[in-house]
């Protein structure tokens, strides 16, 4: 007896039922991408809820998003960084250096609206410095002129503070970090407005559309006349520049410049980039989802200390973080290759 041969009608149907299993497939990958962080945020927020008391009070609530306020502000420029495929570990000595800048022309008697400004001018600069380096110096990666910036800015930092906090500032500069307006922490306030800006910059302008181009493929982007080295200077400055914001909202908060503010710092952006849904890889990533990714930081440290899990404990826990979230990243990528394979 010869075994039955599948007809043409059995093998249409056969990749019709395909066809369906792979967009059922898509449509669910879609939906984890879009909504999988705010998800794994609202079930961490429930399991520490149930696990401390403490959690889901108003003050500990305003807690997190007041200390989240800074991290939030780096992540949103690593995401315009990672966006290009690129990476800025400078942010963290950024902030440092910044703030004891801060904290020293505060304490001459400069205005804070002029150290606000001159600040955030200082940061611009130096991120700025790391895309000239990039750019014009056609270095083969960003990971070595912001390296260089790294230590840079960390080692004037301490020259320049001898090693030690700044204290005892101007009452009216604490606003910016632990002041209010309309009962709403002004931190909160200020990274609102900042998403608000970037999510309008990125989605709205031919920049930050040039800015995914570049990301996705900067040999294409170059060839349909993208101004790449420009947009790449811009990025980094605009890096800079959210640092030195992070700096203002941290030595408002502090009441203090501390040259050795943002250790690490630039480690905690990239684990909230990536966890709100950006790719290592380039040319995706969200504002929105690079706040939540913050927050979900936020509110992992914040969990640990209600549950007195050590520091050192704490360390290990976000450096898993990390990697984990990395690995997803890569599972992503080499999903969205196989995908490509198949449609050709």
Do not use: C
Not at 93 to 102: E, F, M, P, R, W
Not at 192 to 208: A, M, Q
Not at 238 to 244: E, V
Not at 338 to 344: D, F, G, T
């Amino acid at each position: 007896m010869h075994p039955r041969t599948a007809s043409p009608r059995d093998e249409s149907f056969s990749a019709a039922e395909e066809r369906q299993r792979n967009a059922a497939r898509e449509a669910i990958g879609a939906l984890l991408r879009r909504f999988g962080p705010l998800l794994g945020l609202i079930l961490m927020s429930a399991a520490l809820s149930v696990l401390s008391p403490y959690f889901l009070t108003f003050d500990n609530l305003i807690n997190v998003f007041r200390q989240s306020a800074v991290n939030a502000l780096l992540a949103l420029g690593q995401l315009i960084v990672i966006i290009t495929a690129g990476i800025d570990l400078s942010i963290g000595s950024i902030l440092g250096l910044t703030s004891v800048l801060a904290a020293m022309m505060l304490k001459s008697g400069l205005a804070p609206e002029l150290v606000i400004i001159a600040s955030i001018g200082v940061g611009t600069g130096l991120g700025l410095t790391n895309g000239l380096l990039l750019t014009k110096l056609r270095l083969p990666h960003p990971f070595i002129p912001t390296l260089g910036m790294m230590n840079v800015a960390r080692g004037l930092a301490l020259v320049i503070s001898g090693g030690f906090p700044i204290s005892e500032l101007p009452g009216r500069f604490r606003f910016w970090g632990a002041g209010t307006i309309a009962f709403i922490p002004t931190p909160v306030v200020v990274v609102l407005i900042v998403y608000g800006l970037f999510h309008l910059f990125l989605s709205r302008t031919t920049i930050g559309r040039d800015i995914y181009a570049i990301g996705g493929n900067p040999q294409a982007a170059r060839l349909s006349g993208i101004p790449v080295d420009r947009r790449l200077t811009l990025v980094y400055a605009l890096s800079g520049a959210l640092a030195a914001v992070g700096a203002i909202v941290l030595t408002g908060r502090m009441n203090s410049g501390f040259p050795l503010a943002g250790v690490g710092a630039e480690l905690d952006a990239i684990a909230a980039v990536i966890i709100g849904g950006a790719s290592f890889f380039g040319g995706v990533g969200t504002v929105w989802g690079t706040l939540i990714g913050a927050l979900i930081m936020g509110v992992l440290r914040n969990g640990l200390n209600l549950l007195n899990v050590s520091a050192y404990w704490q360390t290990v826990v976000i450096g898993v973080v990390i990697v984990v979230a990395v690995w997803i990243d890569v599972l992503r990528q080499r999903a969205m290759e196989k995908r490509k394979l198949h449609s050709v």
